[in-house]
C-alpha cells in the first residue's frame, strides 16, 4: 500500500541552528502539506504546496520557513534558524485532490535545544 | 469559538460498548468532513470520510448534519484496540484546501 514517508524520524538541533525535513508523498498525489503537533497540543496547518508553489500557508509559517519541492519525489520543509518552540512532530500529508482523503507520514519530532 | 471543537475526553468504556463521539464546526462554507484515529506520539490515520447521508464501515457510523454544523462517530462493540484519540477534521473552507483538525477525544477501551 503506497504511503507517506518522512525522514529522519528524530532530530535534535541547537537553538538557531537549520534543520531540513523531508518527505516523499505518495506518487500520483498533488496536493502536499506539512503540519506540525505540539506534546498534549492539537495537529496545526503549516503550509499547503500545489503545482510547486505554495497555495496557503499560516501565521505560523513566517519567514523562517520555508518549503521546496526540489525533484519529483521529495517535498521538504526548511526551518532556517531553529527555536526553542518550534520543537514539534511535524507531519508531512498529501492528498490526490480537493476534498479527497489525505494520509499523513509518520512524522518526524524536532527537539531544539 | 474554535474552527472545530471536540469533547476532550477521556471515555472509559468497557470492551463490547458502544460509544459516540460529536464533533462541531464553525465555518458552514466547510465541504469535507473526516474522523482520523492518532495513537500516541504516532501520526493521524484515517479512518473515515463522512458523507451527507452518513456512512458506515464495519462497526463505525459516521453522520454529518449540515444544518448544525455538527458530526458524529459511532463504535458498536468497541475492541481494546480501538484505544486511541480520534481527530475530527474539516476542509474546504471557503476555497481553502487545508484540513482543520480539533484537537480531539480520548477513548480507553477497557478488558
Known amino acids: 500500500e503506497p504511503e507517506v514517508t518522512q525522514t529522519p524520524s528524530h532530530q535534535v538541533t541547537q537553538m538557531g541552528q537549520e534543520v531540513i525535513l523531508r518527505c516523499v508523498p505518495i506518487?500520483?498525489?498533488?496536493?502536499f502539506y506539512w503540519y506540525r503537533q505540539i506534546l498534549g497540543q492539537k495537529v496545526e496547518f503549516l503550509v499547503s504546496?500545489?503545482?510547486?508553489?505554495?497555495?496557503?500557508k499560516s501565521e505560523i509559517f513566517d519567514d523562517q520557513f520555508s518549503v521546496e519541492r526540489p525533484d519529483g519525489s521529495n517535498f521538504t520543509l526548511k526551518i532556517r534558524s531553529t527555536k526553542l518552540e518550534d520543537s514539534a512532530m511535524y507531519f508531512c500529508?498529501?492528498?490526490?485532490?480537493?476534498?479527497?482523503?489525505?494520509?499523513f507520514g509518520q512524522g518526524t519530532r524536532l527537539t531544539v535545544v | 469559538r474554535k474552527e472545530v471543537e471536540q469533547d476532550p475526553g477521556p471515555f472509559n468504556v468497557p470492551e463490547g460498548a458502544t460509544v459516540a463521539f460529536n464533533c462541531t464546526y464553525s465555518?458552514?462554507?466547510?465541504?469535507?468532513f473526516f474522523w482520523y484515529r492518532q495513537d500516541c506520539r504516532k501520526e493521524p490515520k484515517l479512518l473515515m470520510s463522512?458523507?451527507?447521508s452518513g456512512n458506515e464501515d464495519g462497526r463505525f457510523t459516521a453522520q454529518l448534519n449540515r444544518a448544525s454544523q455538527y458530526i458524529s462517530l459511532l463504535i458498536r462493540d468497541s475492541k481494546l484496540s480501538d484505544s486511541a484519540t480520534y481527530l475530527c477534521?474539516?476542509?474546504?473552507?471557503?476555497?481553502?484546501?487545508?484540513?482543520?483538525f480539533g484537537k480531539g477525544t480520548k477513548l480507553t477501551v477497557n478488558p
Open positions: 504546496f500545489y503545482n510547486n508553489e505554495i497555495s496557503e
Open positions: 463522512v458523507y451527507s
Open positions: 500529508a498529501s492528498r490526490t485532490g480537493p476534498g479527497t482523503e489525505a494520509f
Open positions: 477534521v474539516v476542509s474546504g473552507q471557503g476555497g481553502s484546501e487545508k484540513l482543520v
Open positions: 506518487s500520483n498525489h498533488l496536493y
Open positions: 465555518n458552514s462554507a466547510s465541504q469535507s
